[in-house]
């Protein structure tokens, strides 16, 4: 019997009690699996587990996590991101190839402020000696502040307001923001999540039309610490970088410029700081 397994409240909610009870007897629960947050294999005889559920708009996929990695919860995501996601699980689809750092992927998202094609660049940084996974945010094109006729950037002035700050010296770990959080499923990138401001489930402020890899070390990195640093750079600051060395020092610019701003940011239903 799988007495390691974890059937939160919200989950058992989304499957009902008889169902609940079947896993936590043992009666559908697997004998292993791969965890959908770090894709290394698990026992939930011997290791304490989550049950995940992920719900489309149409169909929901029950995956099973390290409870170290990613609580019991439910995750609403596209139905397009579901159906990777099963791909992803069921290896119907080529397992993910460890990215070089640089361009993980760009989409059209709402951003506090309008429209635009946000750039997401994935990479480790280095502070105090310990490799932090990384998420740059640097969008196409300048972003308006809504009802304005400028041709202005507020981009900054945007995020400063949703809880992000400056950041003066590279070498000190961004602050936590509460509500936000990084959506990491299947061990791709999925979304950041921001607080919905009617008070209902987070809300994607980026989101892959298509789930990202990342590189084995990143992932180690955020199943470390739990932790994801993102920062945010207006248009042209930061650029597409190849290599992690260079990352860091268009980083080192931006700052250095007043140009960037950051926080630190949970996995998708991990408590914050």
């Known amino acids: 019997m799988p007495r390691m397994l974890d059937v939160s409240d919200e989950v058992r909610a989304e499957i009902g009690d008889e169902e609940a009870e079947r896993l936590l007897t043992g009666d559908d629960a697997p004998r292993s699996y791969d965890c959908t947050s770090c894709r290394t294999p698990g026992d939930p005889e011997t290791d304490r587990t989550s049950t ?6 149409e169909t929901a996929v029950l995956a099973f996590a390290h409870a170290g990695c990613i609580p019991s919860q439910v995750v609403n995501v596209s139905e397009e991101q579901l159906q990777g996601a099963v791909r992803s ?9 460890a990215a070089a ?4 992927g760009s989409v059209p998202r709402s951003v506090p402020g309008g429209q635009a094609v946000l750039g997401i660049t994935s990479g480790l940084v280095l502070i105090g000696g310990e490799l932090h996974p990384a998420l740059v945010v640097e969008p196409t094109a300048p972003i308006a502040r809504p009802g304005s006729d400028g041709p202005g950037d507020d981009f900054l002035p945007l995020l400063i307001e949703q809880g992000f700050h400056f950041v003066t ?3 000190e770990v961004p602050s936590p923001l509460a509500g936000w959080s990084v959506l990491l499923a299947a061990g791709q990138l999925h979304a950041v999540l ?20 990342v590189t084995d070390g990143w992932r180690t990195a955020v199943n470390r610490n739990q932790r994801v640093l993102v920062y945010a750079a207006p248009v042209g600051s930061i650029g597409q970088q190849p290599r992690e060395d260079l990352l860091r020092e268009a980083l080192d610019r931006a700052a250095a410029a007043g140009r960037l701003v950051a926080a630190s ?6 408590p914050g700081a």
């Open 52 to 57: 995940v559920l992920f719900v489309g708009e």
């Open 89 to 97: 699980i069921t290896g119907d689809s080529p397992a993910p190839q």
């Open 101 to 104: 750092p640089g361009p993980a």
């Open 169 to 171: 010296d590279t070498g």
């Open 194 to 213: 921001q607080p919905d401001p009617r008070g209902g489930k987070p809300v994607a402020w980026w989101q892959a039309h298509q789930a990202l890899s």
């Open 265 to 270: 940011m949970p996995l998708a239903g991990t």
